[in-house]
């Protein structure tokens, strides 16, 4: 066995032993508490997914680092909920959120970062005053208040009769369907279209790419659009169970951070085992041991980043 081997048989039982002992003892204490923070987490992680997604396109695949995504997400959250409350239409609502955040990442895009590809510290600078001034513009528009959609009605309401558990929120398990169903189209766009094989070609090699005929500012802009609306469709999602209020826009860039650095930079496959994992950590912590709730999360970070540098599925820079 070689070093590498080891080191890795290492890590998974330096991370799965605790977690199957746990597993085991919480099921046996009172099933129907582990089974229903199983749901929650995974609920959860979905959110987390549709969110980083978008941030996994930006940040992981283009090297973009666009800290204004949690605020994108904010606004798309805002917008559908407003398009909700005025014609009561949610899918209309979805798409009012994921449209208004795609065209402000696609102003971000063009009207800024498009100046700076490659300046890693002043996009970061520049995006965090983009961040404070439109979370800033949101809280005079929208007040600080609360702000919670209702679930569409189809989704209303718990379903009933389930094992062990008795009862769960419709909308809630719908979370799961979501980010499965966004997974698979972006798996589908970056490895089976056209259009995902000239986002990768233009990552690795953007000079190589223009000189092949393509405009890569052209697809640089359509990937970045695309991971700003998934940042508002996510703030449309998250509006149901999370509420819409001042500082969740810091919470879910957090959130994507994290995930994007646990499932490896730029991989979506990598994005969604990082979400599960933080949704899990967050659910179970709160559920177990709510003092130390947060511990787990950087428990999480720190070990992946000790034995997997750049994440569980991330690979080496070409």
């Known amino acids: 066995m070689t070093t590498r081997s080891r080191r890795q048989a290492a ?17 046996v204490d009172n099933a129907r508490l582990f089974l229903l923070t199983l749901l929650n987490g995974l609920t959860l992680g979905s959110l987390y997914f549709i969110v980083a997604s978008g941030f996994t396109l930006v940040f992981g695949l283009m090297r973009n680092v666009n800290l204004a995504h949690g605020s994108l997400y904010l606004l798309g959250g805002y917008i559908g909920f407003t398009i909700a409350e005025k014609t009561g239409w949610w899918l209309l609502a979805i798409a009012g959120g994921f449209v ?10 063009l009207l800024i970062l498009r100046h700076m590809q490659g300046q890693e510290l002043r996009q970061t600078m520049v995006t965090i005053g983009l961040s404070i001034v439109i979370a800033d513009l949101l809280m005079w528009a929208f007040t600080a208040q609360v702000h919670q959609m209702e679930a569409p009605s189809l989704l209303q309401g718990p379903i009933r009769d389930l094992p062990v558990i008795r009862a769960y929120s419709a909308y809630r398990l719908s979370l799961i369907g979501f980010g499965v169903a966004i997974g698979v189209f972006l798996w589908w766009l970056l490895a089976r279209t056209r259009v995902g094989r000239m986002i990768r070609a233009g990552v690795d090699d953007r000079q190589m790419l223009a000189a092949a005929g393509v405009d890569v500012n052209l697809v640089f802009a359509f990937t970045f659009m695309l991971g700003a609306g998934l940042a508002g469709l996510g703030g449309v999602i998250g509006a149901v169970e999370l509420s819409m209020v001042p500082g969740e826009d810091t919470r879910l860039l957090l959130a994507s951070l994290i995930v994007v650095i646990v499932g490896g930079m730029g991989s979506v496959v990598g994005a969604a085992i990082g979400a599960t994992m933080l949704g899990l950590a ?37």
């Open 11 to 27: 890590a998974w039982l330096l991370i799965g032993g605790p977690i199957a002992v746990f597993s085991v003892w919480a099921l």
């Open 100 to 109: 208004a955040s795609a065209i402000a990442g696609l102003l971000i895009q």
């Open 282 to 318: 967050e659910t179970y912590g709160l559920a177990y041991a709510p003092t130390y709730s947060v511990v787990f999360t950087f428990v999480i970070l720190v070990l992946v980043l000790a034995f997997r540098p750049r994440g569980i599925l991330g690979r080496a820079e070409r």
